[in-house]
């Protein structure tokens, strides 16, 4: 599969196979490289090397002074030497690198490091014992504070297939957002503005994601109606709240607007879809269509979609039926409908051996 855009998308720099660990080694991962390499254009950091700790380097950890400490109470410090504390210069670099990140539209971290660690990191008390498995690494923490709405997994979990498709999926609708809602109009521009940037002429009119020009509010509408069923497949009550807030939106500034909207889809988006409520999203889209159908056609599609709820038939043969049945719908709400787009998996992301 060849993708003729490829999305910027950060990652530890010992995933792509580069010798920066402490011990001399890499990490190399074939999913990230081989696989997701076909639609990611990779932006590699090591912000252990970065900060001038070179390769060999002495092991450090994270340190905390008590059980259940929170979790930005954290030092970085060396194992065989406390008096090297690193916290300072991995969060100063991570500052550093927020101008560069504002291009990439989803970012992979190496597991179990005190740096990039996204989750479960062991954190020791100052007598060298582990006491909890809570830590987030320091450089991992700074970006998911600079940047909270930003596609983020671990290299490991990207190995299992569900949360692969649900990390593809978050990165598609983060990079679409910015595509056509806040987007001035020109790739370039978008990839150099600031994630919290809006329009700054609200009465401009730039091309949503249908390509028609429309105002600020008309295009978070549109984005939303176009993955709203999608939406649905992953969260129902939290996709009706969504709707609420827009049915309010002549109230908030265009920023407000965007941050709040941005950051329920992504919220919405990060619960994994279960085969239940995709199931109920597809039977919505079968309701669009069910007016063009004969009664024969109607009832294969009905069967299929029950097929798919119990398992015996996967979720491509559902949307290949309802992509065929599609151009006989002449309303433009099931046509937008990113649900019914070409998904991960039939992509080709999704399986790898
Ligand atoms: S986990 Fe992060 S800090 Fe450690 S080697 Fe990999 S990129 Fe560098």
Redesign the pocket.
Known sequence: MNFSRKIPVGI???AMGDA??FNGGHKHSKVCTELLGQCFDYVPL????AIGMGVPRKPIHLLVEKDGAPVDAVRVIGVDDASVDVTAPLRDYADSVVPELQKVRGYIF?QN?P??GLRGVRRYLANGHGIDSEGVGVFARRLQQQFPHLPMEEVGRLNNNELRENFLTRVFAYDAWFRYVESDGSEDAVAQGDEGSVDKNSGDKRPGISGRPLSFLARVIEFYTAYKYLLMAHHQDKTRALGKVLADAKSMSEAELAFEVRGRIMEILSRPASRKDKTNALMHSAGHLSEFLDKREKAELKDLIEDYRVGHKPLSAVLTLLRHYLPRSPHSFIHSQVLLAAEPAELGLCDFS
């Open positions: 530890s720099q010992c920066v660990r090591c912000p252990e090397v190496m490091s740096s990039c």
